[in-house]
Nanobody
Framework: QVQLVESGGGLVQAGGSLRLSCAAS????????MGWFRQAPGKEREFVAS???????YYADSVKGRFAISRDNAKNTAHLQMNNLKPEDTAVYYC?????????????????WGQGTQVTVSS
């Protein structure tokens, strides 16, 4: 079992920045691939970014060049640095952990989820 708790969401103007954090407890954090997903009202949950156990990173095209995912295995945390935010980035952001062999951008492939943190970008 892994428990995930997100923090760092809030209200920001377009062009601003936020840094989301995901604190993990339970089994060995370093053995999991980590992902960030988001869900806007009336839309399906979508992939944002992921980072493998070895530190390889992957991004959705919509956030590439603006967002950066990272992890600190010593502190059992993952982060999502979000720069140049746009109104269309408004959503609840979720942290997720996957214990499989390969990293994934598919929601159903993740085993554990946090409760989410709201990000609102005003125009």
């Amino acid at each position: 079992q892994v428990q995930l708790v997100e923090s760092g969401g809030g209200l920001v103007q377009a062009g601003g920045s936020l840094r989301l954090s995901c604190a993990a407890s339970g089994r060995t954090f370093s053995s999991y691939h980590m992902g960030w997903f988001r869900q806007a009202p009336g839309k399906e949950r979508e992939f944002v970014a992921s980072i493998s156990r070895s530190g390889s990173t992957y991004y959705a095209d919509s956030v590439k060049g603006r967002f950066a995912i990272s992890r600190d295995n010593a502190k059992n945390t993952a982060h999502l640095q979000m720069n140049n935010l746009k109104p269309e980035d408004t959503a609840v952001y979720y942290c997720a952990a996957r214990g499989g062999l390969f990293i994934s951008g598919v929601t159903s492939n993740y085993d554990y989820w946090g409760q989410g943190t709201q990000v609102t970008v005003s125009s």
